[in-house]
């Protein structure tokens, strides 16, 4: 039970009635606007949406307090000993203490109020195939303001942020509060992200914000490309992730050479990469890298990564195949087009027998000689390929040097 003696009255409240209003959403910054000089102190919705433009347009509840508590720091509105009529109080209106209308009942004049309000901020609904990044906060409102736009955080953040993203959100540094609640005057959208000039508030302040974007999954694999299967070949064990498309494509994994995008996300999770948090290096040129060096805790997830490549050739069922030239004699001791070279080294459009091959056929690279008529000793066979070893190669024919010719191959199906 609390006791306060106002106007020479004693007023009991019991700790049920000295409480903070419930709200079904989020409670805003308390504003207080105006001073109780004059006809009195009027905190209303329309006066304060004109220094405060982002308070919800209904607002469900209010919450109204003395800017100078009592001796015991108790704030509530009603112990300000004040008379406030019904119509002008509730959430759309806000409050109003007019000194007219404490003089008619013989109340004291009105006390310096601030008023907060309780409004619902509904967080947009991500569409089918999209993400929300991690919250980015790249800048304090020191000088000039608080700059969370997409130009510096790109600059900082390369690869984090898609080009065009479907949705901005942004919440205040600390306690997580929608950006509404704060009442400031701010600029938000898809195309330069957020700022909140300090010229432009009431109090030439600004709260500090962090911001996050909806992007897509993926990026759209081009008509005439498809996505490979996710990869991982690798785990974050000694000095990170390496999802590289040398790697890959060493260990046979069906990457071309020259992919148009690159995806990666989470093993675990399937996340999208970006919501991790880390630096990473993400490109159609090197794959996936994520390095324990790079990152503050010196660690890295563990991630899976695909790439968006031209459709693997169908394999023939009849007929030759093209000419296949993937070694050379200066190389391995010798030039080597057999099968399981010719398969793990061919381009990404040559295309070879869906089965084994029945015929092979073997000529010099260069002028399309056949090699039975060049002095060389060879293997040829249409189970395994081609194989000319240079330490078989005799000296004594002007044509025929000590090591292997180049040849190329081709393969009947």
Not at 56 to 66: A, K, M, Q, T
Not at 95 to 123: G, H, L, M, T, W
Not at 161 to 188: H, L, M, N, Y
């Amino acid at each position: 039970m609390r006791v306060h003696l106002i106007c020479g009255v004693i007023l009991a409240f019991s700790s049920s009635v000295l409480s903070v209003p419930k709200c079904d959403g989020t409670w805003t910054d308390f504003y207080d606007a105006d001073n109780p000089d004059g006809p009195g102190d009027l905190e209303t919705l329309s006066s304060l949406r004109k220094k405060y433009p982002a308070i919800c347009p209904n607002p469900s509840g209010i919450d109204v307090r003395l800017v100078h508590p009592l001796d015991d720091g108790v704030d509530y509105w009603y112990l300000g000993g004040n008379i406030i009529d019904d119509k002008d109080m509730g959430p759309h209106i806000g409050f109003q203490c007019r000194n007219s209308f404490q003089k008619e009942r013989k109340a004291p004049p009105c006390e310096d109020y601030k008023i907060r309000f309780c409004c619902k901020f509904v967080e947009p609904t991500l569409p089918k195939g999209y993400h929300w990044t991690q919250w980015f906060d790249r800048d304090d409102p020191s000088v000039t303001g608080d700059y969370e736009t997409l130009n510096d955080l790109r600059k900082e953040y390369p690869n984090y942020i898609c080009d065009r993203p479907k949705f901005v959100q942004a919440r205040v540094v600390g306690s997580k509060a929608p950006w509404q609640t704060t009442g400031e005057k701010i600029t938000i959208n898809t195309h330069e992200g957020f700022y909140c000039k300090r010229k432009d508030q009431g109090d030439n302040q600004c709260h500090d914000y962090e911001v996050r974007f909806a992007c897509p999954d993926e990026p759209p694999c081009p008509k005439g490309y498809v996505w490979t299967d996710y990869y991982d070949r690798d785990d974050p064990s000694v000095t990170g992730d390496y999802e590289t498309i040398n790697d890959l494509r060493k260990e046979k994994k069906n990457v071309c050479e020259r992919p148009k995008y690159v995806q990666a996300r989470l093993v675990r999770s399937k996340a999208a990469w970006q919501t991790a948090g880390e630096s990473v290096t993400i490109n159609a040129h090197v794959g996936f890298v994520c390095k324990k060096k790079d990152q503050k805790d010196k660690a890295c997830h563990d991630y899976e990564a695909r790439f968006c490549c031209p459709p693997a050739p169908q394999d023939i069922v009849s007929g030759w195949t093209g000419w296949f030239n993937v070694d050379k004699p200066s190389t391995g001791g010798g030039d080597f087009e057999t099968i399981s070279n010719i398969k793990a080294r061919k381009r990404s459009d040559q295309k070879f027998c869906r089965s084994t091959p029945k015929k092979i056929q073997v000529v010099r690279a260069k002028d399309h000689k056949d090699p039975r008529k060049l002095g060389q000793v060879f293997y040829a066979h249409p189970r395994y390929g081609f194989k000319c070893y240079n330490n078989k190669q005799r000296r004594g024919y002007s044509y025929a040097p000590a090591v292997c010719f180049d040849y190329k191959v081709r393969f009947f199906c």
